[in-house]
């Protein structure tokens, strides 16, 4: 089953499932946040909740997903009543490609044949020795992240932005997990989405002890979430498109089978800080990537569309990239 959010200037959120090339409206629930916590509170399997709530109402999805109707896509998931409960966070240098990427950044003198191995590479190489515990024990921790609060999070369609103190933007195609924190402080994952996790790889460059304000940036997912993807083995493609023509594009991999850590792995070391187990509280973690066109020296420009699409995720996520051009400004703190 796949879910979408929705705006309506008149009728407000709604939560979908999708039929293609039908949305069909779920009666009771409007966002994905409400219903997971009635599952929850009830203990009825969610896909089950929604089903026996769907109404009669169907809407015609390619005008929505073009932009060409009054409903509105939103983020697959967020917290409706407060976006500093959402907590957008990651999990870095799980695949192959991205710890490479991220060494071939950080060698000095560009003499990567001679040089010592990075601090990238060796977090990457101790996930693949210990990043796939036995069952019932603690693996190795891998790099982990942190992005923003739910209000960086954007929808299918909208422009991602480049700060006016930030130094570029690209793509970076991945599949986050939407978790919930229920009454007792379990949490609970609620499915995968697609994801434009979007960073700063230019500040990053200069320094892997920039990677933190290089992650702090708006980023999308959407437009649908999966109930039942087992995140086993994900395929698909990113490409970047300038008008009518695509300036960049390759083959994406992840889940499970193409990376070093385990999702038990990857979750319990998100989980373990009661921080992250605040009832009620919403999560949304990326995963990583292993494909980004900064890697292959692709710059974007301004109104550049980038466009992830996983195989088994439903339609692909398309946003434009934004440059805000106005020369930074001193901020300053005033004192009370």
């Not at 015609?60 to 959402?86: I, T």
């Not at 991220?102 to 190489?125: E, F, L």
């Not at 609060?149 to 369609?157: E, Y």
Request: with cysteine; charged share 20%.
């Amino acid at each position: 089953m796949r879910l979408v959010q929705l705006q309506h200037p008149v009728e407000g959120r709604r939560l979908a499932v999708v039929e293609e090339p039908f949305l069909r409206l779920v009666q009771t629930f409007p966002s994905l946040f409400h219903a997971a916590n009635q599952t929850i509170q009830s203990s009825r399997p969610l896909q089950e909740l929604i089903t026996a709530d769907l109404s009669q109402t169907t809407l015609d999805y390619d005008a929505v997903y073009g932009g060409q109707s009054e409903w509105k896509l939103l983020p697959a998931a967020d917290h409706p009543m407060e976006a500093g409960r959402c907590h957008v966070s990651g999990t870095g240098l799980t695949h192959m490609k991205s710890a490479a990427n991220r060494d071939a950044m950080h060698q000095s003198g560009g003499a990567a044949a001679a040089a010592p191995v990075t601090d990238s590479m060796k977090i990457y190489q101790w996930g693949a020795e210990g990043g796939r515990p036995a069952e019932g024990a603690i693996g190795v921790q891998p790099e982990w992240f942190y992005k923003g609060n739910g209000s960086i999070l954007r929808a299918h369609g909208e422009a991602l932005d480049v700060p006016e103190f930030g130094d570029d933007g690209g793509e970076e195609p991945e599949v986050a997990g939407i978790y919930l924190i229920g009454p007792d402080g379990q949490p609970y994952r609620i499915g995968f989405v697609t994801g434009n996790e979007f960073s700063d790889h230019e500040m990053e460059r200069k320094n892997y002890l920039y990677l933190a304000p290089a992650k702090l940036r708006t980023c999308s997912i959407g437009p649908e979430i999966v109930l039942d993807e087992t995140f086993a083995n994900l395929t698909g493609t990113v490409r970047v498109q300038r008008g009518d023509t695509t300036v960049w594009s390759h083959a994406i991999n992840t889940g499970e089978a193409n990376m070093v850590h385990s999702l038990t792995n990857l979750e319990y070391h998100h989980f373990k800080y009661p921080l992250h187990r605040r009832a009620g509280d919403l999560h949304v973690h990326f995963f990583g990537a292993d494909a980004f066109s900064f890697g292959d020296g692709v710059t974007l420009a301004d109104g550049d569309m980038m466009e992830v699409q996983w195989n088994e995720m439903g339609r692909p996520l398309r946003n434009p990239i934004k440059i805000i051009s106005t020369p930074p400004a001193l901020f300053t703190v005033k004192k009370i």
